[in-house]
């Protein structure tokens, strides 16, 4: 497998006590050091890149926002420094890379480890630690440059994914399918979210749940729903924060249930799609938890047979 890291997320700056640190890209890192992977650099996306889910006035808006020294707070919880405009188009084109190389046949999975996340990204609003819709703007690569038929995107992360819904709710060829606490930020995320085409399926799980409660969702929903639809490619929002340990969140996942979450995901796509994933970091604000979950999640994508 591929594991594309994106060091400049160590130079995008919070304000002091902010959950989503840098220490965060620096713990998964270290868990990862010792995986055996092939690695690479994630490369800086363009704004044509972008443009494939956000207008170009957002895009201006947002580069003319990054700041050339200090902070400046774009969102009430999200903020830029100097280093925030590279890391997030750089987050952007490690996930064009991951869907470069897994169709190409180069390699059959592929990790971004980046920050910030994308997830919460509308079209014209950042949000939640978000700029872009990193993998948002992947679905649609995969799509329009690559000529695939139909992508699905799973998002784990414990808040709902409301940008790359957002993103991709008139895309017909996308199924989105986000598991995630209800009530939480960002307050969107109901079952009755079902997309322009029927293309969006939400699965709210209560506080105080545990990983029991999200296996029996996704063997009964997930799975089978991503085997109906037969999706070319994988996508995966892999955020960690529904671990027990997380500030944030009120869910009770352990690392065997990211373990046994993307053991399921990639039978399917074993099944669907010759086994083709990309994956990239969104949440996840406990070290031990983010890193834990990194791992067992890293661990299952790697390629046995190959």
């Known amino acids: 497998m591929l594991i594309i890291n994106n060091p400049s997320g160590l130079r995008h700056e919070m304000p002091e006590g902010h959950p989503e640190r840098i220490a965060r890209l620096e713990t998964v890192f270290a868990v990862l050091a010792d995986v055996d992977a092939e690695r690479t650099e994630a490369p800086l996306a363009t704004e044509a ?22 902070l400046v707070q774009i969102d009430a919880d999200t903020s830029a420094s100097p280093g925030t405009w590279e890391a997030a188009m750089r987050g952007v084109g490690g996930c064009l890379l991951g869907v470069d190389r897994v169709l190409s046949g180069a390699h059959k999975r592929a990790f971004v480890a980046t920050r910030p996340p994308g997830h919460h990204a509308e079209k014209t609003r950042a949000m939640g630690f978000c700029l872009f819709g990193s993998i948002a703007i992947a679905a649609r690569h995969a799509l329009e440059r690559h000529g695939l038929s139909r992508v699905a995107v799973v998002d784990f992360d414990v808040h709902h994914g409301n940008g790359t819904q957002d993103l991709l709710w008139d895309e017909p060829r996308a199924l989105f399918v986000s598991s995630h606490q209800m009530p939480l930020y960002p307050g969107s995320g109901a079952v009755h979210e079902r997309g322009g085409s029927d293309n969006v399926l939400n699965l709210p799980l209560p506080p105080g749940s545990d990983g029991q409660a999200m296996r029996s969702r996704y063997t009964s929903h997930v799975f089978p729903r991503l085997r109906d639809w037969k999706p070319d490619l994988i996508l995966i929002s892999a955020g960690f924060d529904a671990h027990t340990r997380d500030p944030l969140a009120n869910l009770l996942w352990e690392a065997e249930d990211f373990a046994w979450v993307t053991r399921g995901l990639v039978a399917v796509a074993e099944e669907v799609c010759e086994g083709r994933i990309v994956s990239t970091l969104e949440g996840g604000y406990d070290l031990q938890g983010l890193g834990d979950g990194v791992l067992a999640h890293v661990t299952e994508l790697e390629d046995r047979d190959a």
């Open 49 to 70: 890149d972008v443009a494939l889910c956000h207008p170009q006035g957002y895009i201006d808006a947002m580069r003319a926002a990054q700041p050339t020294e200090g």
